[in-house]
């Protein structure tokens, strides 16, 4: 069981799974800190970097919170201050708390910070890492999937969408599979429990324009045909929830 901690260390506030990091500092929720401890295994970039690091034969992997579009060209990873627990961190990290809680598969939180300087904050996450897990558009380069995956996928979106958890951007790189196949959502920053259905169906055509996105630029292995096995899964599963 989870032992979630709270402290604050000057401008820094921590909150952290304890059986993991029983000593935990600031300069721990960075990629140079981890590079000085030779614990890097790996690296992805999008907005920022994303690291991947081995502590005490765990796998972890950590987020700097960085802003999109044309605010963000301005303050690329600053964000108004306005309390600990309206903070996107702090958020998502009980947010991915009450979805271990439901049994939902998705990262395990473990550590979150937020850096206050005057009116504006910055911020970092640590999550366990998925074991030997791809995302869907990384796996859809090389080959296609078969028609029991395609279900699985649907099935395990109503799940979430069953357990009323929005997802702010439903999209092929935020859905993984492991090597057994079991589905995994991931990238909850935005997101969160939002009651009623209506948003449901858009957050579907959201995730099937993406799709057709990666189909148009990178040519790969998907079909319409997948996206109507997927989402009658998806259909069947919500009438049964």
Request: glycine share 6%.
């Amino acid at each position: 069981m989870a032992y979630i901690q709270q402290k604050a260390v000057k401008s820094h506030i921590m909150l952290f799974d304890a059986g993991h990091f029983p000593v935990l500092v600031p300069k721990m929720f960075t990629g140079q800190y981890w590079k000085t401890q030779n614990a890097i295994t790996g690296q992805a970039t999008g907005r920022g970097t994303t690291y991947f690091f081995q502590h005490n034969k765990n796998e972890y992997v950590l987020r700097h919170y960085r802003r999109g579009g044309l605010i963000g060209k301005v303050l690329s990873d600053q964000y108004m201050y306005t309390g600990i627990e309206k903070s996107r961190v702090w958020q998502e990290f009980k947010l991915l708390q009450h979805m271990k809680n439901m049994d939902l598969n998705c990262p395990t939180p473990i550590a979150a910070m937020l850096k206050k300087t005057g009116l504006y904050y910055q911020a970092d996450i640590i999550s366990k890492k998925i074991s030997s897990a791809k995302d869907l558009h990384h796996i859809l380069l090389a080959n296609s999937l078969t028609a029991d995956v395609w279900k699985k996928i649907g099935q395990t979106i109503a799940k979430f969408h069953h357990h009323q958890i929005y997802h702010h951007d439903l999209n092929i790189h935020n859905i993984m599979l492991d090597i057994e196949n079991e589905v995994w959502l991931i990238d909850f920053d935005k997101c969160g429990i939002r009651q009623g259905s209506n948003w449901k169906n858009s957050n579907m055509v959201r995730l099937k324009r993406s799709f057709e996105k990666e189909k148009r630029l990178r040519n790969i292995y998907w079909q319409l045909a997948d996206w109507q096995i997927l989402i009658s899964a998806y259909n069947e599963a919500a009438m049964a929830n």
